[in-house]
């Protein structure tokens, strides 16, 4: 066993060291690795073309998003970044209580009947929200305003505005506001503004000036009125 494994991290370490081996597996992997995302590209476009899956302006990633019926639901808002490795399930689930849990008609070619497959309800996913590396959500799972998920969470259920969660089944573990001023932040609804408009103001959006920030919202809510 000792043996195997000094051979395993020998190859690992010629991966990374970069010999003629190397070279082919490093463009095989760039090959294969273009044709998956590329194929991921395209079922994504396939979901939002169906009207399963929505996607915001400027969010951006590549989740995979595990759809078995016609049925399943995920909509993710603006301005949303997601990290390798995100799954959504917005369905999928097996009869728990029957005999089996193997969905024979389906597997089988015979007429599905809709009871067999379950849903909790669509995953909405508000904008702003942060899904970090490898976080799994759920069916019926809503994901707050400025909402974090960390990396390898599996979300089973809602995410307040603003909140930080992670673990599994992800539980808060952190607030990035005061519940007064994720109220506020999420009051500015800013990912409806001009993009002209927030590249002006980027300074101010990547600072941690929230209460400059809220000034700002309330300003230019007097000059509208
Ligand atoms: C969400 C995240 C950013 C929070 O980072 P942070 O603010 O530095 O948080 P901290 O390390 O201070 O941890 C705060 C608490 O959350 C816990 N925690 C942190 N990450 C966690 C995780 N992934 N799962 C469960 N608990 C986690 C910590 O143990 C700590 O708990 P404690 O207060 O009881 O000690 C981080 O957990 C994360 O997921 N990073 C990965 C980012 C990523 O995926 N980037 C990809 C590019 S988009």
Redesign the pocket.
């Known amino acids: 066993m000792k043996g195997k494994q000094t051979v395993a991290m020998a190859g690992l370490a010629e991966l990374v060291g970069g010999g003629a081996g190397s070279r082919l597996l490093g463009r095989v992997g760039k090959v294969v690795s273009a044709l998956e995302t590329r194929g991921q590209v395209a079922k994504i476009g396939r979901l939002v073309a169906s009207g399963q899956l929505a996607i915001g302006t400027h969010t951006y990633?590549l989740p995979t998003v595990f759809v078995s019926h016609p049925e399943d639901r995920v909509s993710i808002g603006r301005y949303c970044?997601?990290?390798?490795g995100v799954v959504f399930i917005p369905g999928g689930l097996h009869q728990l209580g029957t005999v089996s849990t193997f969905p024979f008609r389906m597997r089988w070619g015979i007429e599905v009947v809709d009871s067999t497959v379950r849903r909790h309800g669509p995953i909405i996913v508000e904008d702003d929200v942060?899904?970090?590396?490898?976080?799994t959500i759920l069916s019926g799972v809503r994901i707050g305003t400025g909402g974090?998920?960390?990396?390898?969470?599996v979300v089973v259920e809602d995410v307040e505005p603003y909140q930080?969660v992670?673990?599994i089944p992800?539980?808060p573990?952190?607030e990035r506001f005061d519940r007064s001023t994720a109220a506020a932040l999420a009051g500015s609804r800013w990912w409806e503004w001009p993009e002209a408009e927030i590249r002006r103001i980027l300074p101010l959006m990547e600072s941690g000036r929230v209460v400059e920030f809220l000034a700002y919202v309330d300003s230019r809510a007097a000059n509208d009125a």
Not at 81 to 84: F, K
């Open positions: 990633g970044s997601i990290a390798p942060w899904l970090c590396m490898g976080s974090v998920v960390a990396a390898g969470a930080i992670g673990g992800a539980r573990i952190g």
